[in-house]
Antibody, heavy 115, light 107 residues
């Protein structure tokens, strides 16, 4: 059973870069599309983008100018960087895996943007 | 972007009730629609994919259907474990988008 675990700072200052890593266990990262999805407190879900193990990516246009998703197959990890954050980027960030549908989810990590 | 509009936003129901949640896409998505269940403080979990295919280990009281750009999630007999928020998601085209959610509450 594939398991995902997010890691990274829970507090980021405005204008700085949010960085999160997701570790994949119980399966190979050379399967599935690996996504980041976020959920502001009390609100709905927003797909940020995905990466395939080959390195090909697809980003939500609403965030594309600020997002970078990368993969490290040797560590079975993929990462998110979101630059120039504002308070609107405060959310629970989920890493996820699937192929269109999201079959596997991390538990989520709350990232708060505040000075 | 394809907009996904769910209704209702909140639904009050009792154990044993038949519950229906609707999701309408702003344009054709074929059958590339999924439904998820999310409980407070937890990640969503996949219930249904390709509009009507039940994910393994999901109880058969859950079902999905489609009619054009309108999709429906039905719970045939609501159980205590089913009180949660439900989201639809289209994966026909990028960016993948979700509905705003339907919260199923205890009546």
């Amino acid at each position: 059973q594939v398991q995902l675990q997010e890691s990274g700072p829970g507090l980021v200052k405005p204008s700085e870069t949010l960085s999160l890593t997701c570790t994949v266990s119980g399966g190979s990262i050379s399967s599935y599309y690996w996504s980041w999805i976020r959920q502001p407190p009390g609100k709905g879900l927003e797909w940020i983008g995905y990466i395939y193990y080959s390195g090909s990516t697809n980003y939500n246009p609403s965030l594309k100018s600020r997002v970078t998703i990368s993969v490290d197959t040797s560590k079975n990890q993929f990462s998110l960087k979101l630059s120039s954050v504002t308070t609107a980027d405060t959310a629970v960030y989920f890493c996820a895996g699937g192929g269109g549908t999201v079959d596997y989810w991390g538990q989520g990590t709350l990232v708060t943007v505040s000075s | 972007d394809i907009q996904m509009t769910q209704s209702p936003s909140t639904l009050s129901a009792s154990v044993g009730d038949r519950v229906t949640i609707t999701c309408r896409a702003s344009q054709s998505i074929s059958s590339w629609l999924a439904w998820y269940q999310q409980k407070p403080g937890k990640a969503p979990s996949l219930l249904i994919y390709k509009a009507s295919s039940l994910e393994s280990r999901v109880p058969s009281r859950f079902s999905g259907s489609e009619s054009g750009t309108e999709f429906t999630l039905t719970i045939s007999s609501l159980q205590p474990d089913d009180f949660a928020t439900y989201y639809c998601q289209q994966y026909n085209s990028y960016p993948w988008t979700f509905g705003q959610g339907t919260k199923v509450e205890i009546k």
